[in-house]
């Protein structure tokens, strides 16, 4: 059994093009990967080189322009969109950066609101389902509360709850420390942590080296590509140099003028 028939996620040679005014943009060039099974990845790499396209990728937000996705044993780089969203809702879990919760709902109907879109799930077992789910994360206490009257990061406890509410395969996890000061953002890794070590899938896009280093595995993107530390280290170099040899040149110009 080759390695792919053991993955959560497999792509194989995904790209993505984006035409805006008739000029091409190369957000993601060749990208191959697998997640398994009880894997921690984070996704890493500087601003601009693909991070927040890869993950709206897995997560069916977006298409690939090219290549082969399969997710939970199932291809769907080429689903309709109404098989994507059923797919989506049932696999796939999502922490954003912005949190996202609906402000005119309480914490219990915010962590509801996926299941509604299932079928064969009755009152009570969503009901069941919340509670559960905001235990886990620590939030059952406040599940009458709108969210204006939580902190940032109970918002984002209360998002980590409804991503978990649905028991996906897999939780996507988008900068989800970019909107928090450093004590709640720690509070928040250290919250995937645990969920981690209790069996979670996850896949994480951070810009913050610390938080990555709570992953299993780390992945760098560098132009669209994904490189080992060793190759990001040397690009990151390059790229250094290459913008203070602009500076010197425009700097030798304005003297000349």
Known sequence: MNESSNSLIHLE??????????????????????VREGEYVSI??????????????????????????????????SLSAADRARVRNREIGFIFQA??????????????????????IGKAERKQRVVEALERVGMAHRLQHYPAQLSGGQQQRVAVARALVGKPAILLADEPTGNLDSRNGEAVMALLDELHQAGSTICMVTHDPR??????????????????????DRLRQEEEQRIEQQIAERKKTVSAA
């Not at 040679?13 to 697998?34: P, Q, S, Y």
């Not at 709206?56 to 199932?74: E, F, H, R």
């Not at 938080?211 to 990001?232: C, M, P, S, W």
């Open 13 to 34: 040679d995904i790209t993505k093009v984006f035409l805006t005014d008739e000029v091409e943009t190369h957000a993601l060039g060749g990208i191959h990967l697998d």
């Open 44 to 77: 890493s790499g500087p601003s601009g080189c693909g991070k927040s396209t890869l993950l709206s990728i897995l997560g069916l937000l977006d298409t690939a322009t090219s290549g082969a996705y399969t997710l939970n044993g199932t291809p769907v780089q």
């Open 99 to 120: 949190f996202n919760l609906i402000g005119d709902l309480t914490v219990f109907e915010n962590v509801e609101l996926p299941l509604t879109y299932r079928d064969g």
């Open 211 to 232: 938080y990555a280093e709570f992953a299993q595995r780390k992945i760098h993107l560098f132009d669209g590509r994904v490189v080992d530390e060793e190759t990001l």
